[in-house]
Nanobody
Framework: QVRLVESGGGLVQAGGSLRLSCAAS????????MGWYRQAPGNQRELVAR???????NYADSVKGRFTISRDNTKNTVDLQMNSLRPEDTAVYYC??????????????WGQGTQVTVSS
């Protein structure tokens, strides 16, 4: 019913930048929060950043000042601009969205993940 497709991952040197994009498609009545999570090998999936439908953002302490999340409600997209990347940012990054397929009936959806690797 709802599909999230991520793009923009890759390999970058420490101090470099990457931009991740995620597009939602399918049966969408309304998208509430959108966000990015990441999971490194051996670790649990953790929140990186989220943005509400009104634009309120919150970030993990480890990325504050380096990452910026933004969304385009007209295109159902959410981006993550990652600057000053560190080796510890290496992980699979997942897009997440709370989507109502009909009014007041919704679910949490995940993308397939995109690999980000930061070399030292």
């Amino acid at each position: 019913q709802v599909r999230l497709v991520e793009s923009g991952g890759g390999l970058v040197q420490a101090g470099g930048s990457l931009r991740l994009s995620c597009a939602a498609s399918g049966r969408i009545f309304r998208i509430n929060d959108m966000g990015w999570y990441r999971q490194a090998p051996g670790n649990q999936r953790e929140l990186v950043a989220r943005v509400s439908s009104s634009g309120t953002t919150n970030y993990a302490d480890s990325v504050k000042g380096r990452f910026t999340i933004s969304r385009d409600n007209t295109k159902n997209t959410v981006d993550l601009q990652m600057n000053s990347l560190r080796p510890e940012d290496t992980a699979v990054y997942y897009c997440n969205a709370g989507v109502e397929t009909v009014r007041y009936i919704g679910n949490s959806y995940w993308g397939q993940g995109t690999q980000v690797t930061v070399s030292s």
